[in-house]
């Protein structure tokens, strides 16, 4: 029997809600973002490649039902998944009139072993009408919207190129909430000119707002970003595997309980990785968490508190 974790783990959830393996497809629809199409910028985040954060899929296969056939295929054979959850990773997947949207969504959803939808966006890119669409799948689907925010610091956001606000990410959290949709945001450690202090104080913000999950990983290195440049030019250090894990535990405990914590290490393309290399041991990372919140006797959300107590963090 699997020892019981010290987090809300996903598959956890997902099992509990379908009672059986579930697994996420990433799916590329071949869109942009804003940040790279120059509605807001060109170059992108410092830290992001020409896929977008994603698979580059749709390179290979335009397809979204063929994406889904092959993911499905790959993942009932590696994990025996019975279920699956149809999820929009690559670029900004709002990012695209409505009916075009739409269309991409019912594509996905259309297979009888999808329970769910996730996608992947930026906080300036939703709109009540985009958000509408999502909500009307709640009544078939799980619907998950995924926002990428990774800091809460407005210096931080112009420092790693962001193109939108911490007022924008607020915004969409109220609107996404009216709607009712379950909320994951993206939060990366170790971004540049942030510690520690300015880390945990990210959780604590989030953990004032009415979010329901959470991904979190350590900023690594992609081939042909600025962020290369800059780690070229020691202008930047990524954490080390330690570092990143004391941190991270520490971030867990001001974490509301219930939220879903559906990443907790990133997964780099070992092709594209220039730093660090022990990103690419994801199971020791992940063993590196459980056993040192284990050995503490912690968990997350054993400093929260319900709302942020100022100046704690
Ligand atoms: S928002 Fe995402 S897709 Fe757009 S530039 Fe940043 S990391 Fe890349």
Redesign the pocket.
Known sequence: MTEPRPYQHFGSYLNGLFGCRVQKISLDAGLT?P??DGTKGTG??IY?DEG??GTGAYERIPSITQQMLQGKSLLKKRYKAEKFIAYFQS??NTYAPVDTLKSLYQEALSDIDVVGLSVGT?PDCVNPEILDLLAGFQKTHLVWIEY?LQSFHPRTLRMIN?GHTIEDFIRAVDETRKRNLNICVHVILGLPGEGLEECLLTAARLAELDIQGLKIHSLYINRGTLLETWYHQKKYRPLLQDEYVDWICQFLELCPPHWIIQRLTGDPAPEKLIAPAWTLKKQTTLKMIQDRLKRTGSFQGARWKGRLVKGEA
């Open positions: 973002c940040n790279r992108g985040c992001c977008g954060s670029f900004s930026r990428g962001r």
